[in-house]
Each structure stands twice: as C-alpha cells, then as structure tokens.
C-alpha cells in the first residue's frame, strides 16, 4: 500500500472577518499572542510544503472566532469573545469558518483511501514557551495515539531522523500535549481506520520565532521538512 502525504495548519493566521472585528475592538492585542495564532506555524507549514511539493491545507482565521482543532462538544470551541455570542452568530461562524477547513480535508482522506493508499496526515503546531509561568524544556514535540503502532513508528522514526539533523535538539514525544487530546487527529481517527489513516501532529517551541534566532529558525523549519521526506521515504520502504 502506497502513502500519501495530508499537511494541514489549522491556526495559520489570526485574521478576523469585517463582519466580527467588533468582537475584538476592547482588545485587538490579543490577536498578535499565542492564543490568536500559532505563531510561525504558516512560515513552518510553507517551508515543509516546498520540500515537500505538497499543496497544505491552512486556515488563516483566528482561533478565537472558533477554533478549528477542537471538537464540536469542547468547551473552548469558542473563546470568549465569542462564546456569549447569540446562537445564530455562533452558527454562522462555525457553518463558515469550522466546517468548511476541516470536511475539505476529510473529503480529501476519504479520496486518498479510496485510491487504495494510506493517508499520513501532519498537522503543524507551535506552542508558546513559557506555560503557568514555567518554562516548557522541549523544541520539538512529535503527537501521536500511542496505541496506534503505525503512528508510533512513524514519529520514533521521525524522531530519529530529526535528531541526526539537529543532535542539540530537544525532541519529545507526545509534549507539550498527548495526541490523543481533543483535536481534529483525535476525532479523525474516529472516522478512519488505523490502517488507512495515521493522524500525527508536530508541535514547535515558538521560542525560534524570535528575530534574534533568525538563522537558527530557518534551519529548524528546512531540517523538520527534511527529515519528514527522509521519514516518509523510510517508512514506505
């Protein structure tokens, strides 16, 4: 069975619909922090897509209209600019900026299997450093259902192939959140077998998106797009 590669970066920007910028006029700051965007994550999802030659999925709106890797029971599925909104407005915004990302990319699943492959889906996350004012001591977080053997070999492996990359590295597994949290992997899974479909998602530390680690950031961003296409290549082998 052949695979194909899904990117996908659910908290790309933190654009906000004319028709909602009232929602965030007391404050607008919030939008340029970590809770209104992955900061990095499109530069990121960009620079694995050109190693990669694969067209990503991004959503560019921001997070706190809805937020796209959550599930639909999930209490931070709006934040609280929105989540006091009338009824009507919280449909209208999920109806436009929640279904539509999301069933595009189970759509294309759905092909992916339908062809006879196997779908690697990944789906590129930063996280911000500092967490409950301490400190997270890990770079590079690899996402996985550790009761997924496929998952877990194709991330030990990336793992392993990043870290030839980058020895300095701090490299974990399942840090700073477990795969199997809720999100939109987990809820994939649901809908997919194991065998068709592998839900993995990178997490970078936001600290490389500082500008006085511009270098240092840019290689990070070609050795994670790298070694995913040394990973894949290995894993089909």
Not at 85 to 95: A, C, D, T
Not at 143 to 162: G, I, M, N, T
Request: aromatic residues 10%; hydrophobic residues 30%; proline residues 4%.
């Amino acid at each position: 069975m052949g695979t194909q590669l899904i990117i996908t970066c659910e908290h790309a920007g933190n654009e906000v619909p004319e028709e909602f910028q009232h929602l965030f006029k007391y404050n607008p700051e919030v939008l340029e922090t970590h809770r209104g965007i992955d900061i990095g994550a499109l530069e990121l999802t960009n620079t694995i897509s050109e190693i990669l030659k694969k067209e990503p999925y991004l959503h560019t709106v921001t997070r706190l209209l809805v937020d796209l890797n959550r599930s639909t029971q999930s209490p931070t599925l709006f934040s609280e600019f929105t989540r006091e909104q009338p009824l009507h407005v919280r449909e209208k915004i999920f109806k436009k900026y929640y279904q539509p990302h999301r069933r595009k990319i189970e759509e294309k699943i759905s092909q992916v299997i339908a062809d006879g492959e196997q779908a690697i889906h990944v789906g590129v996350h930063t996280f911000t450093p500092i967490w409950d004012n301490e400190e997270r001591e890990v770079d590079v977080g690899f996402l996985f259902d550790p009761r997924s053997k496929a998952e877990q070999h194709f991330c030990y492996l990336w793992r392993h192939v990043l870290n030839q990359h980058s020895s300095e590295l701090r490299l974990k597994m399942n840090e700073p959140y477990r795969g199997t949290m809720d999100g939109f992997t987990t809820y994939l899974r649901t809908q997919f077998s194991g065998d068709n479909y592998l839900g993995l998602e990178i997490e970078v530390n936001q600290r490389f998106t500082n500008p006085s680690l511009k270098e240092e950031w840019q290689q990070l961003q070609e050795d994670i797009g790298k070694s995913l296409q040394a990973t894949i290549q290995m894993f089909n082998s």
